[in-house]
Structure formats: structure tokens, C-alpha cells
T-cell receptor, first 121, second 113 residues
């Protein structure tokens, strides 16, 4: 059973550039969430995608955008990179409970990938 | 707004000694609570979770946590730690069913020989 996979694992960009990070959710999952983990900090929620739409968003500027594809995979895009965007970007997948028929599957658990470490110079 | 406080940024402990990592949260609604572990240069792995029911939850590797609603706490404990437990531990809270986690700042557990 494939877990959450992310690519690339590491990348280096310069200020002002744009970056795209990719995520494939765990088999059977349809919801993808993205988190930013700065060095020495806990992960912070960026946004969540379900049915190809952004469902929830954290306190991040519009430079951060995303997309979810019909196969449930997702991309995180960051424009106009700043030095402060240097972080580990974590993708997590889950089943979004959207009705009583899904309550039995609602484990409340997020499954995380290994992350993409972005360095902005 | 929800928040999570992990009171200790670092906890050194000798091997085979007991340890407690503290976590307090604030929320006005029903919550799910989690502990995740992160080894160097890796993602997060679920250690244990509280959704409902018994307030004492256990993991397969000897950790346990107790949900205390009156004290809004979810402290993590292990009666005897191993060198391999050295890692960063994160407490997280979510509104029941939203899957939007709020994480604490983490506690670095260092087990000494």
C-alpha cells in the first residue's frame, strides 16, 4: 500500500522565483492538505483540497496556491519566493467525512509524506 | 481560536528512565488530539490519537497519553525510554472531523546512554 509521496525531496531557488511541489496521496484517500514547517517549528496549515477545490485555508498569502487533480494528486505553488519561505513542505492525505455514510472511515488521522525541503537563497 | 502549547522545547532523559512530554490545548469545540513523532530529515509519523471513548490511549511502542478535558491537556508518557526514542514530538489538535491540525512547537526528546 503506497503511502504519501512527495517530489522533489530537496530544491534550491532564489528570491523572486516560483516553485511547484507535488504530492500523491495514500491509496484510497481523496483529500490532500499542505503544511509548512520552518526550522525548529511545528507544521503550519496552508490549505486543504477535496474534489479539486480548496476547502480550508490557513493564514498564508495569495502567493501560495494549489491544485488538485482528478486522480487526487496535488500541487503546491509558491510565487515570488522570499527568504522566509525556506522550510520543509509537508503533504498529508486523509478521507474527508462528508456524510454519515463516511463516519466509519473517519479516523481523524492525517498521513504525512516525507516532505520537500525548499531553500530560498 | 485553537492553540496548542508544548511547554518543554527540549527534554533530556537517561535511557530506561520514565518521561512525560506535556501538551495543553485551547478550544471551544469538540476536538481530536494527536501525538506525532518526527525523526531527523523525515516526515511526521502518528504515535497515538484520541478521538472519543477511553481517555487513556496507547501506542504499540510503549507510549501512552491521557486526555484530560478539565485541564485541557494531553500529556505523553513512557515508563522506560530507549535510545531509539530520540526524536522530535509534536502534539496537535483538530476540530472533530475537520482534518485541519494545529500543531505545537514540538519537544525534542534526547535519550542519553
Amino acid at each position: 500500500d503506497a503511502g504519501v509521496t512527495q517530489s522533489p525531496t530537496h530544491l534550491i531557488k532564489t528570491r523572486g522565483q516560483q516553485v511547484t511541489l507535488r504530492c500523491s496521496p495514500k491509496s484510497g484517500h481523496d483529500t490532500v492538505s499542505w503544511y509548512q514547517q520552518a526550522l525548529g517549528q511545528g507544521p503550519q496549515f496552508i490549505f486543504q483540497y477535496y474534489e479539486e477545490e480548496e476547502r480550508q485555508r490557513g493564514n498564508f498569502p495569495d502567493r501560495f496556491s494549489g491544485h488538485q487533480f482528478p486522480n487526487y494528486s496535488s500541487e503546491l505553488n509558491v510565487n515570488a519566493l522570499l527568504l522566509g519561505d525556506s522550510a520543509l513542505y509537508l503533504c498529508a492525505s486523509s478521507l474527508l467525512p462528508t456524510g454519515t455514510f463516511r463516519l466509519a472511515e473517519n479516523t481523524g488521522e492525517l498521513f504525512f509524506g516525507e516532505g520537500s525541503r525548499l531553500t530560498v537563497l | 481560536a485553537q492553540s496548542v502549547t508544548q511547554l518543554d522545547s527540549q527534554v533530556p532523559v537517561f535511557e530506561e528512565a520514565p518521561v512525560e512530554l506535556r501538551c495543553n490545548y485551547s478550544s471551544s469545540v469538540s476536538v481530536y488530539l494527536f501525538w506525532y513523532v518526527q525523526y531527523p530529515n523525515q516526515g511526521l509519523q502518528l504515535l497515538l490519537k484520541y478521538l472519543s471513548g477511553s481517555t487513556l490511549v496507547e501506542s504499540i511502542n510503549g507510549f501512552e497519553a491521557e486526555f484530560n478535558k478539565s485541564q485541557t491537556s494531553f500529556h505523553l508518557r513512557k515508563p522506560s525510554v530507549h535510545i531509539s526514542d530520540t526524536a522530535e514530538y509534536f502534539c496537535a489538535v483538530s476540530n472533530a472531523g475537520t482534518y485541519k491540525y494545529i500543531f505545537g512547537t514540538g519537544t525534542r526528546l534526547k535519550v542519553l546512554a
